[in-house]
């Protein structure tokens, strides 16, 4: 076997993905164990975080949130071990879920980590759902980034909004996209917060739930939600 370490910031673990997909497609490997893990919350986290500044006041975080104040870290290993899916059927395996297309982008020439770009995230979204053949119009659940940050949030927000616009019927179709953040629950992983996001998808489509996301009373307004495809679960 091999192995590979991914620093991609708080998208390492779905870039490992993407690279261990990779190794399935092309044939190299047969079995990929991918995923994240960040136990780095020493005092130079907490000084990074809370210079950017992207630390909760409060010390909440409400993702997509009227009162969304900013993130708090969290720590966390997530695994999950992927197989072309022929093979899992013909080796017997238990399938969660079945991921069928992945989109990328770098905003690397743009403002800073914590300001991404929404034209970037809106262009690995087509990417995705052109190389998965699925449409908008069927997707039922988005787990988001959703850190809690205000910039960051609509920003996230906005690219989505870009992308789903053009499947609404003329703005005339709403709400039929449960919008999420598993961040809500256990904060934000960094390293490990794709892989945390990736798991609670496929939980969620093998247990037929939508889960929630906590502490969200009233939408961010910036957002404009209502008037959207998406809502909070």
């Known amino acids: 076997g091999t192995n ?42 907490y000084m990074c975080f809370s210079k950017t500044p992207a630390l909760s006041a409060s ?31 013909k080796d017997g395996d238990r399938v969660y879920a079945v991921i069928r297309g992945i989109g990328t982008a770098s905003d690397g020439n743009s403002g800073a980590v914590y300001a991404p770009s929404s034209p970037g995230q809106a262009r690995c979204l087509r990417d995705a759902y052109e190389n998965s053949g699925v449409s908008p119009t069927d997707v039922r659940l988005v787990e988001a980034h959703g850190t809690g940050t205000k910039v960051g949030d609509v920003v996230e ?12 019927n003329g703005g005339e179709r709403k709400g039929w996209v449960a919008l999420g953040s598993v961040k809500s629950q256990i904060g934000h992983t960094k390293a490990a917060a794709g892989a945390a996001s ?36």
């Open 4 to 45: 590979c370490v991914v620093d991609a910031a708080c998208a390492s673990s779905l870039s490992a993905a993407h690279l261990a997909i990779m190794e399935l497609a092309t044939g190299k490997a047969d079995v990929v164990v991918t995923g994240g893990t960040d136990t780095f919350n020493d005092i130079f986290m």
């Open 59 to 89: 010390g909440n975080i409400r993702p997509f949130s009227e009162a969304s104040d900013g993130t708090l870290i969290g720590e966390g290993l997530g695994m999950v071990v992927l197989k072309r899916l022929e093979d899992a059927k």
């Open 157 to 168: 927000f906005e690219g989505l909004r870009s992308v789903y616009a053009d499947y609404s």
């Open 198 to 233: 990736l798991i609670k998808a496929a939980l969620a489509l093998h247990y037929k739930v939508l889960p929630p996301t906590l502490g969200v009373e009233k939408p961010n307004p910036k957002i404009n939600l209502e008037d959207s495809p998406f809502y909070i679960n």
